[in-house]
């Protein structure tokens, strides 16, 4: 059995002052979909199924009335062929019928209205800038009927395959993270019927191998000695800092003493990351008091890319063969207070993680560090091996 019908503010967000959303309803062997028909009106300008009380009403009327014709001819195209008959496959026939009648922007238009608008912290707007410019440059997810799960899972076999895969699975994660909470947001609006990513399951592409500094190496980098009033030097003090107290690049530049409480010599603090907006509780321990000493309360400010380009250089000249970054300082930090015996439940509240998965990543890399000594004692102990004699011997 097979009905349609025009349905007005499904989601019931219209107000006098607030549009709503006017749609097909398909059903299809008890199988519903709605086709938004880009129409939105306010709850006074609805009465009897139809657009009333504005001066376009006859227009939108007339665009509701080919688009449902639209729909029955889908229908009657499919039964004709003896296709079988579902729900997409109507959607399908009906955009492709009524390309010259929608009005709105499209999804990357919308996007780019949209990202203005969103609560993030400047970093986060500028993967959204860029997930934009990805999408614009696949060229196959740019109108609102491309929203599917099947093009999104294709966008992302493309992501990795862009520049020979050059790009991280960390990275194609981050894309898909703005473009879900994006499209959650055009769900929420009524620009699509529904998130495909409610239907999807996305791997995060987190490195197996965390890479961070021992000790000796931590030793290293605070004794490597860098000429004052330089740049250098403020990375290198700003990399300290980080490396003792565990905070994102987005933390540090935000960081301002006066948050912190005094109790004796301690500097405490429970704060929110400027990311994530996740509590967290922070100590300055003695090598990150003498840093902000140092500046007086206040680090200085410093543009993240020539920050993780400095840190490159000074990796080398401190003999250490891992390539700084930033985020690597917070790895550092995760893993000293670990080796040093913070409980891995204190340590995911010092990071600000949303749950502790996140932080047992690091116990493993401790435990894995372990059995590689236990490797290299077995391997010592080990008796050598005979060699065969060879032929007349």
């Given at each position: 059995m097979i009905t349609t019908k025009l349905i007005f503010d499904r989601r019931k967000m219209a107000s006098r002052t607030h549009e709503g959303y006017v749609e097909v309803r398909i059903t299809i062997d008890r199988k519903t979909m709605y086709i938004s028909t880009g129409v939105r009106v306010y709850k006074n300008e609805w009465a009897a199924g139809c657009i009333v009380n504005r001066p376009d009403a006859?227009?939108?009327?007339?665009?509701?009335?080919?688009?449902?014709?639209?729909?029955?001819?889908?229908?009657?195209?499919?039964?004709?062929?003896?296709?079988?008959?579902?729900?997409?496959?109507?959607?399908?026939m009906v955009w492709q019928q009524t390309e010259i009648i929608k009005d709105g922007p499209t999804l990357l238009d919308w996007i780019s209205d949209q990202i203005p608008l969103l609560d993030i912290g400047q970093g986060t707007r500028k993967r959204y800038h860029t997930l934009m410019n990805r999408l614009a440059e696949y060229?196959?997810?740019?109108?609102?009927?491309?929203?599917?799960?099947?093009?999104?899972?294709?966008?992302?076999?493309?992501l990795h395959q862009l520049n020979d895969g050059a790009i991280s699975d960390s990275a194609v994660y981050n894309y898909h993270k703005c473009l879900k909470a994006l499209l959650h947001r055009a769900d929420q609006f009524g620009k699509i019927d529904r998130n495909p990513y409610e239907r999807m399951k996305l791997k995060r592409g987190e490195k197996e191998n965390i890479e961070y500094l021992t000790e000796d190496e931590m030793k290293a980098f605070e004794r490597l000695l860098v000429p004052d009033c330089s740049l250098m030097a403020v990375s290198h003090d700003l990399f300290v800092f980080q490396m003792y107290t565990g905070l994102?690049?987005?933390?540090?530049?935000?960081?301002?003493i006066r948050q912190y409480r005094k109790e004796g010599d301690t500097y405490r603090h429970t704060g929110e990351r400027i990311k994530t907006g996740v509590a967290y509780v922070s100590q300055l321990l003695p090598p990150a008091v003498r840093i902000i000493e140092k500046y007086g309360g206040r680090l200085p400010?410093?543009?993240?890319?020539?920050?993780?380009?400095?840190?490159?250089?000074?990796?080398?000249?401190?003999?250490?063969?891992?390539?700084?970054?930033s985020h690597l300082a917070r790895h550092t930090f995760a893993t000293y207070m670990l080796r040093n015996g913070a409980k891995i439940e204190?340590?995911?509240?010092?990071?600000?993680?949303?749950?502790?998965?996140?932080?047992?990543?690091?116990?493993?890399?401790?435990?894995?560090?372990?059995?590689?000594?236990f490797s290299k004692v077995a391997a010592k102990m080990a008796p050598p091996k005979r060699k065969r004699k060879g032929k007349g011997e």
């Open positions: 006859n227009v939108l009327n007339d665009r509701l009335a080919i688009i449902f014709e639209k729909v029955h001819e889908g229908i009657n195209e499919s039964v004709k062929q003896g296709v079988k008959l579902d729900v997409e496959s109507v959607k399908r060229g196959k997810l740019t109108r609102w009927e491309d929203v599917t799960v099947e093009n999104i899972t294709l966008f992302d076999s493309w994102a690049f987005s933390d540090m530049q935000a960081f301002d400010k410093i543009d993240n890319a020539d920050y993780n380009h400095n840190l490159k250089a000074l990796g080398v000249m401190a003999g250490i063969t891992i390539p700084l970054h204190n340590v995911s509240r010092m990071l600000g993680h949303t749950n502790i998965t996140q932080t047992q990543r690091y116990a493993k890399v401790l435990a894995q560090s372990v059995y590689d000594d």
